[in-house]
């Protein structure tokens, strides 16, 4: 039994160091009835010269998530400033739960960083655009 335990635990311990996918937290507000994506501060600070890839959005379905928009393939990448909103598509948003999906590239260290925000949008009579997280 002890030596059950023992290799269950190696085991476990074993999966701990594999990199799972990790997302940071994606920053979303509206500026003038318009959706702005952002990075975090603190990530633009601990990662500095960030360059923006792109990004992808989802609408929940009635069974699933579906593709609503993205932004084409970029060649050049831009580098992220502080506070920037992103590029993203000119989108007619409609209500419901979306999430969206961000990447930026780390050239220091050869990597991709990845972002994501769920949130729905609420349209009010006069056409704004409410945002609930």
């Known amino acids: 039994m002890k030596k059950f335990l023992c290799l269950t635990f190696v085991s476990f311990l074993s999966g701990c160091h594999l990199e ?3 997302y940071y937290e994606l920053n979303v507000s509206t500026v003038k009835n318009k959706l702005c994506f952002s990075i975090p501060p603190d990530i633009e600070k601990k990662y500095n010269n960030l360059e ?7 609408r929940k379905g009635i069974k699933d998530w579906e593709f609503f928009s993205a932004t084409p393939e970029q060649k050049l990448l831009s580098t992220i400033k502080p506070n920037q909103c992103l590029d993203a598509p000119d989108i007619k948003w409609k209500p419901g739960v979306y999430s969206v999906l961000a990447e930026a590239f780390n050239p220091q260290a050869s990597d991709s960083l990845r972002f994501r925000k769920e949130f729905q949008i609420d349209l009010q009579e006069d056409g704004e655009i409410a945002l609930k997280r």
């Open 20 to 22: 799972r996918p990790y």
């Open 52 to 58: 923006y890839k792109g990004i992808a959005i989802y």
